[in-house]
Nanobody
């Protein structure tokens, strides 16, 4: 099973920057996709950015050009660099992984506890 610990949330003014970090630990075979999701009050959780084990990335249209996702496979970490933050980026951000716990096992989804990002106008 994968345990995910996030850090880096906080309060920032519009136009500012934050960097979120997520470290994966536990017993697993491979981590395939690593991603960041977010959930604002009274809204559904949405995908922000995803990076595959091969380094392919994909972003929500709302963050393209402002956010950058990256991962370090050796350290099992994923980062989200957030620039030019807007008040509408305010949400709880969750780290996510899809991994295999053993050779030939099915894929499992794991979530971090979430970290609050607040952007003031």
């Amino acid at each position: 099973q994968v345990q995910l610990v996030e850090s880096g949330g906080g309060v920032v003014q519009a136009g500012g920057t934050l960097r979120l970090s997520c470290a994966a630990s536990g017993i697993f075979y491979t981590i395939n996709n690593m991603a960041w999701y977010r959930q604002a009050p009274v809204k559904q959780r949405e995908l922000v950015a995803v990076v595959t084990s091969g380094g392919t990335t994909n972003y929500a249209d709302s963050v393209k050009g402002r956010f950058t996702i990256s991962r370090d496979n050796a350290k099992n970490t994923v980062l989200l660099q957030m620039n030019s933050l807007k008040p509408e980026d305010t949400a709880v951000y969750y780290c996510y992984t899809r991994s295999r716990y053993g050779p030939g096992s099915r894929e499992f989804d794991d979530w971090g506890q979430g970290t609050q990002v607040t952007v003031s106008s």
